[in-house]
């Protein structure tokens, strides 16, 4: 595997309020392989939301393929959060 698309999406119902992540990873040509959620709790941000799930799904990435494909695998994360992906590019 030379790169894996990672989709996450995380959120609340209020803010703060009770949360979930989901995950999709995806082949280079854009096709699901593994899907994931996880239930946070009762209480976390939107924003909190949305980092759990980029969280959630590297450490799925590795616990599925193993430190060493992890390391040879170019990973492109996707997200609607804008906040996130802004502060992530730095």
Do not use: H, W
């Not at 995380?10 to 992540?21: E, I, L, T």
């Not at 209480?43 to 980029?54: G, I, K, M, P």
């Amino acid at each position: 595997m030379k790169k894996i698309i990672i989709y996450t999406d995380g959120g609340s119902r209020g803010n703060p309020g009770p949360a979930a992540v989901g995950v999709v990873f995806c082949n280079e040509k854009g096709e699901a392989f593994k899907k994931f959620s996880e239930y946070l709790g009762d209480n976390f941000t939107n924003n909190e939301a949305e980092y759990q799930a980029v969280i959630f799904a590297l450490k799925k990435f590795k616990a599925l393929f193993g430190k060493k494909l992890v390391a040879l695998t170019e990973i492109e994360l996707r997200s609607d959060s804008e906040l996130l992906i802004k502060q992530l590019k730095g």
